[in-house]
C-alpha cells in the first residue's frame, strides 16, 4: 500500500529525505524498516505477519488505527483509507490514548 500522508513531519521528511531532524537517532534504523514494510505491504495482515506482537489494530475510540512497536513506548501510527496508509505518527504511546482521526 502507498504511504499517501503523514501528521509527523520528521517522520514525512525521513520517509522522502532521508533526514532524521525530529527523530530518535537511536530509532532512525528501524523506523527505515517499518516504513520500507508498510510501503510494500498489501493490507494489514501482512504487517501483522511481519511484526506479529509489536503490530496491534486499535479498539474501541481507537478503531481504524494500526500502530507497530519501534522501541519502548515509541510507536508508528496509521491508518488505511483506499489501498493506502494515511496519517503516519511517530508517537511516546505512554499514558496516550489513540483514537481515529
Known amino acids: 500500500m502507498a504511504i499517501k500522508s503523514f501528521t ?6 525521513f520517509f522522502y529525505h532521508g533526514k532524521s531532524a525530529g527523530l530518535n537517532p537511536n530509532h532512525t534504523n528501524k ?3 517499518i516504513l520500507d514494510a508498510i510501503e ?3 493490507n494489514p495482515d501482512d504487517l501483522k505477519a511481519l511484526y506479529q506482537n509489536k503490530f496491534d489494530a486499535k479498539k ?5 488505527v494500526y500502530s507497530i512497536e519501534v522501541n519502548g513506548n515509541w510507536r508508528i501510527t496509521f491508518q488505511i483509507e483506499s489501498e493506502g ?4 505518527d511517530y ?3 505512554h499514558g496516550k490514548q489513540i483514537k481515529a482521526k
Request: aromatic share 8%.
Open 31 to 33: 523506523l527505515g524498516f
Open 60 to 64: 474501541g475510540s481507537g478503531k481504524g
Open 91 to 93: 508517537v511516546d504511546y
Open 85 to 88: 496508509a494515511i496519517l503516519l
Open 8 to 13: 509527523h513531519k520528521g517522520l514525512k521528511n
Open 40 to 42: 510494500a505491504s498489501h
